[in-house]
């Protein structure tokens, strides 16, 4: 008898548990349905397709290279194996893609910069390549993404484009993850000679060699090393590769995303997660493209324009609540690439700071911003950025350009620089921006230095070497801007979750 009331009881809570997790689920779907956008009838095409398992590759075309090419990439660094992989290229007079995890990154701020400036491609390659914590749908794997580009482009001035899967696309990507990761301006790399690096754990300079050099020879070469672990029998194997591609008349590549990319096929038995429907990737396709016209680092959407594009129009400028506006005519600026390039001084003008222009026709324009001071050098393709309470930061090979004698910045990332951001922005009827005040947006810390004057030697930590949360070891800038951000965070947080209950009780 008690064996059968303990029976009862369990099997009770059990179907408690699952009438709790499927109204749960319910509320999630009912918050969908109040906040999805509405697909367009291509859209929904598209989603169709995709669902079916098919995949839908981007129109775009590719440049194709005039001699042989084969293109060397390094995952999972920057570690201390970089700059000795670093010392073969340049030794050797090669370039290459580094695929870094946002995780290595932060730890190793200064090696992201020493491959940039060598000038080497650079990648995401997700921030921790723990597979249990990407892949189980593709919102997992999109967050790291996020993560490290905000990472990077803390440290270089920019995200970059390419991303390439830890374990490769294969078994873990379905139809979606390559759609979205498009439309979002990434472009997906794979490889297709694998030298074997990470294949063992004590694989030998003589295996790596032969598996990075196979007989027979795919069209373009994409072989896959790794400058991540213990990569020592790497490097040693690294100068026989290379002499063995130079004594077969190759080039050496660096992957950008003009290069046709190599993608595994997809796996049509592929774990899809969450079934996705069509509300939720109209939600995910509409942060893609927002992603992407933000950034401004590409993507296929039709509201953004394509490279080179020049419309006539002027730009109005609007910052916030401030009431600040300035309008450029044509002329005075330019939309390339779906980005609004802006002169520095006109965009410090609508933010309420204080620039002083450059002494001569490609000089250096020096910014002050709330408690910020940023110099812009065209000559060195530098950003040094000064806060007031003594940190600096240098971003090296920053995108800029100078037009007729005057020096232009892409829009959103010197806004960023001024600590500020674009809140929103229309390109149609009329061509508007809305920037957030200066001082409103909280920016990424990997790769501040603490200032000269911040105490005894020991309390300083070494030249970008983060403290063990990432940033700086002295907290008086992060009490500065993080303790607002977590503020925000938190009421952000809030919000959301009093919108959700509304949208669930109101889908009742």
């Known amino acids: 008898m008690r064996k059968t009331l303990k029976t009862r009881r369990l099997a009770a809570w059990a179907l408690a548990l699952v009438t709790i997790a499927a109204g749960t689920e319910g509320v999630a779907a009912a918050a969908e349905r109040e906040t999805s956008p509405a697909l367009t009838e291509a859209d929904r095409a598209v989603y169709e397709r995709l669902v079916r398992g098919e995949r839908v590759y981007p129109d775009r075309a590719y440049a194709a290279p005039d001699e042989p090419t084969v293109y060397l990439s390094f995952d999972d660094g920057p570690s201390k194996w970089t700059p000795q992989v670093l010392d073969i290229l340049r030794e050797e007079g090669v370039k290459a893609t580094f695929f870094m995890l946002g995780s290595q990154a932060e730890a190793y701020p200064d090696y992201v910069r020493m491959v ?3 000038g080497h491609a650079i990648g995401n390659h997700t921030y921790n390549h723990r597979y249990g914590e990407l892949y189980p749908e593709y919102e997992s794997f999109r967050d ?42 990434y472009a997906v790399f ?3 000679v694998d030298s074997g690096d990470a294949l063992r754990r004590n694989a030998r300079a003589a295996d790596i060699v032969r598996g990075a050099t196979p007989a027979k020879l795919p069209a373009a070469p994409h072989v896959l090393l790794h400058d991540g672990g213990n990569r020592e029998q790497t ?6 590769i290379i002499r063995y591609y130079k004594d077969k008349g190759y080039r050496f590549g660096k992957l950008d995303a003009s290069v046709e990319p190599v993608q595994f096929r997809y796996s049509p038995g592929t774990p899809p997660g969450r079934p996705m429907t069509e509300k939720r990737f109209g939600n995910l396709l509409a942060e893609a ?8 680092i590409g993507g296929d959407s039709p509201a953004v324009p394509g490279e ?7 730009l109005r400028l609007t910052a916030g609540p401030s009431g600040r506006s300035a309008t450029l005519e044509a002329g005075e600026y330019e939309l390339t690439g779906g ?15 204080d620039a002083r222009p450059a002494e001569a026709p490609g000089g250096a324009v020096t910014v002050r911003a709330g408690k910020r001071v940023i110099r ?11 806060d007031l309470s003594g940190y600096t930061k240098r971003l090296t090979l920053a995108e800029m350009k100078t037009v007729g004698g005057e020096l232009r910045v892409p829009l959103r990332t010197a806004a960023e620089w001024f600590g500020s951001g674009v809140a929103r922005y229309d390109l149609a009827p009329e061509r508007h921006v809305e920037l957030m005040p200066a001082g409103s947006f909280a920016p990424s810390l990997a790769g501040w230095r603490a200032p000269l004057w911040s105490g005894p030697e020991r309390n300083r930590p070494s030249e970008g070497a983060p403290s063990s949360s990432g940033r700086p070891a002295d907290g008086r800038l992060e009490k500065l801007l993080w303790g607002p951000a977590a503020i925000v965070l938190a009421a952000s947080a809030a919000v959301g979750l009093s919108a959700h209950a509304a949208a669930a009780y109101r889908a009742r």
């Open 190 to 192: 794979d490889w297709n």
């Open 339 to 353: 980005r609004f390039w802006v002169s520095p001084a006109r965009l410090a003008e609508v933010l309420g700071a």
């Open 308 to 314: 080179g594009s020049r419309e006539e129009g002027p």
């Open 289 to 296: 493209r927002r992603i992407a016209a933000e950034r401004g």
């Open 235 to 240: 490097v040693a194997a690294l100068p026989e």
């Open 116 to 118: 940039a400036e060598e």
């Open 144 to 185: 790291q993404v996020e993560r490290t580009s905000g990472i990077l482009a803390g440290i270089l001035g920019e995200a970059p484009r390419l991303v390439r899967a830890p374990g490769g696309s294969s078994g873990h990507f379905t139809p979606f993850h390559f759609y979205l990761l498009e439309q979002a301006g």
């Open 376 to 386: 812009i050098d065209p000559a060195l393709r530098s950003v040094l950025l000064i």
